[in-house]
């Protein structure tokens, strides 16, 4: 932990995080100050534990800030240089983008949609994903996007809950060089829902789809929208979005982010982390179903007014040279992306980044799960010859933005790698011990947040209790985000993974919960654990133990693809597991708790360490004797 990487001389930017930390109210309020406000707020943070509001009374619009702003200066920047999977490409100017917006913000006013309504998005990686977003942001609706390797049943939970209207969808998609049938998946997904009442389908592959009464084509509702919708005027914590995502219990649970706040966040992060210039071209791999599309392919980027890269397919389609292709292509400056993109690129070997001219690169960044200290090494060397700083950044789904990272549009500090190092200024973060107490150095405790920060979720949809229970209950006042963590001599953060039972497959996060309700929803289950056991590519892969009900007699390879099967229909193909073992019964606490720990112990081959309060150690030796014959 001690190695060292000096990319540039300097130090902490002292007098700026001394003032940020010393009133990150004050601090925060002067960030607000970036954006475009159509009126002032006369408050800078109402903070009623735990609940946040920033910028209290102040108007403000996203899409505003994100299109019109720009729309003097930069009319004919290009905002996205869009690479289709299957060689298709466009560039979109931002006075394009403003043209479509405007023109989909009509749309929806005819199908009916008014500030505060939902609007769910399951598209694929296409412009038009983002022209709905703004759409909605532009009139106040809030949009729910769903991640397109979500299955039919995800989609109709996440509907009813949000209770979206009005679903955005294409024909399809292409992903390796296949058609993804989205539109069939949604029609599947709200054949109970009546309340939906319109379904726009954009044709983007051209593949035959059924039509009923409740769909319309993207194309025809353009061809008849006027091109000129004034932003609405929005108080600055009006829902922007709500993104679901997975927890330690039941189904995924729905993220709210707010206006002024998180757009605050996701300026500043951006501009200190990415050093963002008018000639940069960045690149973020994220798709925009998860978090980090949301902030740093839609919003941060165009807040700035940057150019950026958007690729709708598979890094490695149609081989293993696509990104490198991709970048060298566009004269990308900054790439932003995931450990286990970066675990797969290094499998394929060093010639393939090697003979692709990649000298405008300037700054490489990471997110999702931990990063390997040799992956991290591998990146700075092969990708960014040893000249590029590496932004290792770490935050959430409710985060919203950026919450601990190196930033090198701010300060340049010595970097480790693996290490986040800091967190952001007016962010107060510790590690502590199961009590809440700081803890020594170099020692492993739970990560927390200590005072609300602009880009903190609202709450979650309609769930303020389960808000309170699953981020404010483990430690009084402060925010609990479910990691390990541990801070070193020099006061860097190493991030050490999920302190709960959230599992990050490469890097997509799913609850062990959902995985658990979904198999023992198969008739011949009557119990499920899941753990994650590491992975050389994705980081972490999924093991289930399941037993089976009392007289069962079953061929269990048959059932093991039965399950794989439920689950792909349930939740989506990434939560396949990768093996299940059939036990006969799950090592518990004598309270009847599932001991996990155990489970993920044997899984991994480690000591299983302490089982003083283990209810019956015949449980566990039956299982390591399964395991271990199954892996020799
Ligand atoms: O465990 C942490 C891990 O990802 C979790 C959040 O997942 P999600 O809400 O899907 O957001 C991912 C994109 C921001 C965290 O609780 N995580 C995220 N970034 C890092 C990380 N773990 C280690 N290092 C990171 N840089």
């Not at 505003?64 to 240089?81: C, F, G, M, R, W």
């Amino acid at each position: 932990m001690s190695e060292k990487y000096d990319v540039g001389l300097g130090n902490h930017n002292v007098t700026l995080r001394k003032n940020a930390n010393s009133d990150f109210v004050s601090f925060w309020d002067n960030q607000a100050k970036n954006l475009h406000w159509f009126s002032p707020w006369n408050q800078t943070l109402d903070w009623n534990p735990p609940f946040a509001k920033w910028f209290v009374g102040g108007k403000i619009n996203a899409c505003y800030n994100a299109l019109d702003v720009h729309q003097e200066t930069k009319s004919d920047k290009p905002a996205i240089l869009w690479e289709g999977e299957n060689g298709d490409s466009k560039t979109i100017a931002y006075s394009d983008l403003f043209i479509e917006v405007q023109k989909f913000a009509n749309v929806l006013k005819s199908l009916g949609v008014i500030k505060g309504d939902r609007v769910t998005i399951y598209l694929p990686m296409v412009p038009e994903l983002i022209v709905s977003m703004l759409a909605c942001a532009r009139i106040g609706a809030i949009h729910t996007v769903i991640f397109s390797g979500f299955s039919a049943t995800s989609i109709k939970d996440r509907i009813d809950d949000s209770k979206s209207e009005i679903v955005i969808t294409a024909d399809g998609g292409y992903r390796r060089g296949k058609i993804i049938k989205l539109k069939e998946v949604v029609d599947d997904a709200i054949k109970d829902l009546d309340f939906v009442r319109h379904v726009v389908v954009l044709e983007r592959t051209k593949n035959p789809i059924s039509i009923s009464s409740k769909d319309k084509f993207w194309n025809n509702l353009m061809d008849d929208a006027s091109d000129s919708c004034d932003a609405e005027r929005l108080d600055s914590d009006h829902p922007l979005y709500i993104l679901y995502t997975s927890g330690t219990t039941g189904k995924p649970k729905g993220v709210l982010h707010g206006t002024g706040g998180y757009l605050t966040h996701l300026y500043s992060t951006f501009k200190w982390a990415f050093d963002i210039k008018d000639s940069d071209v960045f690149f973020c791999t994220a798709d925009i179903g998860w978090v980090t599309g949301h902030s740093y392919v839609v919003y941060a980027p165009l807040l700035h007014g940057a150019t950026q890269i958007m690729y709708e397919g598979a890094p490695d389609f149609p081989d293993n040279s696509r990104m490198w292709e991709i970048l060298e292509k566009y004269g990308a400056t900054i790439f932003y992306t995931t450990p286990t993109a970066l675990r797969m690129f290094m499998k394929f070997g060093d010639d393939i980044p090697n003979s692709f001219n990649l000298s405008s690169i300037r700054l490489l960044g990471s997110v999702g799960e931990p990063i390997n200290p040799e992956v991290w090494k591998w990146y700075f060397k092969i990708i960014g010859k040893e000249k590029c700083p590496i932004i290792d950044t770490w935050w959430q789904t409710e985060t919203g933005g950026m919450m601990i990272s190196p930033l090198p549009g701010l300060e340049t500090i010595p970097l480790k790698p693996g290490s986040g190092t800091f967190p952001i200024p007016g962010v107060d973060i510790s590690v502590v011990d199961e009590y809440g107490s700081e803890i020594p150095n170099n020692t492993k405790g739970y990560l927390v947040i200590r005072k609300p920060w602009p880009g903190m979720l609202l709450g979650l949809w309609k769930n303020d209790e389960k808000y309170k229970s699953v981020y404010w209950s483990k430690y009084l006042d402060c925010y609990y985000p479910g990691d390990y963590a541990l801070k070193d001599d020099d006061g860097y953060l190493w991030l050490l993974g999920r302190a709960d039972d959230v599992l990050k497959i490469a890097g997509h996060r799913l609850g062990t919960a959902e995985l658990e309700s979904c198999i023992v929803s198969d008739e011949h289950v009557s119990e499920s654990a899941v753990c994650g056991i590491s992975d050389d590519i994705k980081g972490e892969s999924i093991i289930a133990f399941v037993v089976l009900k009392d007289g069962i007699v079953i061929d269990e390879s048959l059932l093991e693809k039965n399950i794989f099967n439920k689950i792909r229909i349930d939740i989506g193909p990434i939560a396949t597991p990768k093996k299940i073992y059939f036990v006969k019964k799950l090592p518990k606490t004598r309270s009847g708790k599932i001991m996990r720990r155990l489970l993920k112990s044997i899984a991994n081959g480690e000591n299983i360490g302490d089982t003083s309060t283990l209810d019956d150690e015949s449980a566990v030796t039956e299982i390591q004797k399964i395991v271990n014959s199954a892996l020799n």
